[in-house]
Every structure is written in C-alpha cells, then in structure tokens.
C-alpha cells in the first residue's frame, strides 16, 4: 500500500447540523471516513466557480453551512 504524506493537521469546528450534513453526504456517496469525506468536498468547494471571494472583515461565522437565508441554503448532493 503506498505510503501518504499527511503530516498537516487541520481542524475546523462545526455545529451538530453541520457535522450531519457532512455524515450524510458522506454516507450517501459511500466514503470511507468523515476525512475522507471532508478532502473531498474540500477538493469540489476549491474546483467549483461562480462565488465571490469573501470581503475584508468576514468572520468565520459568516460561513456557516446551513445558516444561510431560505433561498441561498446550501444543499449538499
């Protein structure tokens, strides 16, 4: 088996309906772990278009995965 190269840790905090939004993408597209899961939805985030860059002064809560108005909900699938 080859050998990974992970010697970063990064770690986020997320609110429990964040953390299940994760699981359940995770479990509907059958990833092994909740890493796994995460570097893949980071690789698609970083691939994606069409969002602007975030302003001066943005604070982290501002980026919440399921506390955006009613039509700019994010829905994972």
Known sequence: MGELNRAE???IMLTPAELKLVDNWRFEKR?????????????????AEGFD????GARSRD????????SKQLKIS
């Open 31 to 47: 990833m092994p772990s909740r890493a796994s899961a995460v570097r893949e939805l980071l690789k698609r985030g970083l691939l």
């Open 63 to 70: 980026f919440g995965l399921n506390d955006a108005a009613p």
């Open 9 to 11: 840790r990064l770690q």
């Open 53 to 56: 860059e975030a302003e001066d």
